[in-house]
């Protein structure tokens, strides 16, 4: 079966870069897969979003918490050019819970500003339930 080239870059450094079956992101158009054959694609990642790479063959998924960037696909390749990112396997859960009740305690009931919802990324990253 056909692989994707995956790469996941942000400004500080490569996150990861390899060969996978799927990857799964959050787009400002909604949630979208990408398997290998795709159609060419250019998507604006939201803010506080999960990338998840399926990477097959046994292999555990590899997650990561992605704060704004792009999405590319073409020929069998994805770029993920990310303007913050952080893989889940690096995530300090206790300092994520604590930056999202700061950010919680912050903000009026009913908004939810960009400390919480990059708080609530690094959590689902890291693989915590986010109430």
């Given at each position: 079966?056909?692989?994707l080239?995956?790469?996941?870059v942000s400004?500080?450094?490569?996150l990861?870069?390899?060969e ?20 060419p694609v ?8 999960v ?17 704004g960037?792009?999405l590319?696909?073409?020929?069998n390749e ?6 913050v990112a952080?893989l889940g396997?690096?995530v ?16 009026e ?17 890291a ?5």
């Open positions: 079966m056909a692989k080239r995956v790469g996941v400004p500080e450094r490569e990861w870069s390899g996978a079956d799927m990857v799964i992101a959050k787009t400002i158009d909604g949630e979208i897969g990408i398997m290998p054959q795709h159609a250019l998507g604006v990642l939201v803010e506080g979003g990338l998840t790479v399926k990477r097959g063959g046994g292999e555990p998924d590899l997650v990561a918490a992605v704060h960037g792009f590319s696909v073409a020929d994805v770029s993920i050019l990310a303007e952080e396997s690096e300090d859960v206790a300092r994520a819970k604590n930056a999202l009740d700061r950010a919680q305690a912050s903000v009931v009913g908004q939810e500003n960009t400390d919480a919802k990059r708080a609530r990324a690094r959590l689902r990253a693989g915590e339930e986010v109430g």
